[in-house]
């Protein structure tokens, strides 16, 4: 089957825009996870989305915002760039319970100039 | 926060050479899994273990439940090039949170 799709796989912005990042996930899977990975903080935790609702939610600025459609694609959003904004974010699909373990996508690479 | 400490962060061992990764908390966990990670590239599951003691192989690699479910670690016998990765532990609560390790950074060198 196939597998957690990201896109797109790399962007580049300005600082002061904003930026849409999507993730269709394995079919059946109805949560949806969103993490942002740096070389310094390593993986951490946006929100998870789970049958359109949001389950739980990581320490970001209100600036970081997501949300999940009926078919469980979920879309995130990054108002008013900054430069530390730059970074690998992964989406990860489940089933619904964290014991079973994710499936993550490639990311996107964001890099904010 | 539920905190999971990795050790060491970052390993560079020659090929053929056996090594351990530990995976640290405080906090007792329902179950804890594995993942590695390539660069560039998400994380990919390895394993979930989730009894206290459990003992689960995967080819040249072992992975340990602590009895109290609260450590985990990870064993590699005669690393090769390929698993050269990022090694990250995750635990996961009574209440279905999910929390990520610091990660271990392995380099195998040929």
């Known amino acids: 089957k196939a597998g957690v799709t990201q896109t797109p796989r790399y962007l580049i912005k300005t600082r002061g825009q904003q930026v849409t990042l999507s993730c269709s996930p394995i079919s059946g899977h109805r949560s949806v996870s969103w993490y942002q990975q740096t070389p310094g903080q390593g993986l951490q935790f946006l929100f998870e989305?789970?049958?359109?609702?949001?389950?739980n939610k990581g320490n970001f600025p209100g600036r970081f915002s997501g949300r999940q459609f009926s078919n469980s694609r979920s879309e995130m959003n990054v108002s008013t760039l900054e430069l530390g904004d730059s970074a690998l974010y992964l989406c990860?699909?489940?089933?619904?319970?964290?014991?079973?373990?994710?499936?993550f996508g490639s990311g996107t690479r964001l890099t904010v100039v | 926060t539920q905190l999971l400490e990795q050790s060491p962060q970052f390993l560079s061992i020659q090929e053929g050479e056996n090594l351990t990764v530990y995976c640290n908390s405080s906090s007792v966990f329902s179950s804890l899994q594995w993942y590695r990670q390539e660069p560039g590239e998400g994380p990919v599951l390895l394993v979930t273990?989730?009894?206290?003691?459990e003992v689960k192989k995967l080819k040249r690699l072992t992975f340990q439940f602590g009895d109290a479910r609260k450590d985990s670690s990870l064993h590699i016998t005669a690393a090769q090039p390929g698993d050269t990765g990022l090694y990250l532990c995750?635990?996961?609560?009574?209440?279905?949170?999910?929390?990520f390790g610091t990660g271990t950074s392995l380099t195998v060198i040929p």
């Open positions: 273990v989730v009894t206290g003691g």
């Open positions: 990860a699909s489940n089933v619904g319970r964290a014991n079973y373990g994710y499936t």
């Open positions: 989305y789970f049958s359109e609702t949001q389950r």
């Open positions: 995750a635990g996961v609560n009574t209440g279905n949170q999910f929390y």
